[in-house]
């Protein structure tokens, strides 16, 4: 009875866990400084490691993946991409996470090699997907290198300010937590059930490769629709205002514009 009752607590815990941290993810996003080409200067990478250093690597994971998610899901600005962002920020939480239960003795050591690899696999996914975007845009490589490029430089800043400030709370909270329901998830370590076998592999790579190139090609066709509507309000934008200096002209010259009959239409036809 008792073995139920604490395997009850331990769920709720994690719900617990899971639930703050992707808050946490989701609120921090929004603690941003906006760039150009939609990059921008956040801590909600923060959030993400250190929900993988604290609470391992699937809690951390799923933490990381639904809180960016959301964000994504109720900014217009990117909405396609929010199963790709899961994916991607899932797999940064999920890295730190497993990494910062490893062998390593330094406590120090650990976490920063954690907080580091976890980040650099988010921005080789996020940078990838940058760059695949602009191919499928129709932009010729060095295009799409050079706004990669661009995206790098905010990605890496994000990524070291993300290393910075999860690492200290991490060891901060670490000891604070130890003595609340928390510190069971803190000090456990990895099973090895075997859910890796040759078959779940290569559904999961499957499942992966599908939902990255949806995510994708769904964010393409938003950015096509999104620079076809931006041309043609400029191209309305220029038909208004020549139609202006149209009128000026014959109001000044007192001279009547022309009006096309229904003759003239189908002459011009």
Known sequence: ?????????SKIYRMVAVGLMAALVYAGNYMSIPLANETRIHIGNSMCLLAGLLFGGVNGGLSSGIGGALYDLFNPLYTLSAPYTFFSKFAMGWTAGKLNRSGIKSELAKAVTAAITGQLVYIVLYLGKSLVTQLILGNPFQTAAAVMLEKAAASFTNGAIAVVVSVPLYLAL????????????????????????????????????????????????????????????????????????????????????????????????
């Open 174 to 269: 670490k000891k604070a937590l130890h003595a609340s329901g928390f510190g069971s998830m803190i000090e456990s370590k990895s099973e090895r059930k075997g859910y890796f076998n040759p078959l779940t592999t290569v559904l999961t790579v499957f499942a992966i490769v599908v939902t990255a190139g949806f995510a994708i090609r769904l964010s393409a066709d938003g950015k096509i629709k999104d620079t076809q509507a931006k041309r043609e309000a400029a191209y309305q934008q220029q038909i208004d205002e020549l139609t202006e200096k149209l009128d000026y002209l014959y109001e000044t010259m007192g001279v009547e514009p022309p009006v096309n009959t229904e003759e003239d239409v189908q002459a011009d036809g």
């Open 1 to 9: 009875m008792s073995n139920t009752v604490s395997q009850q607590r």
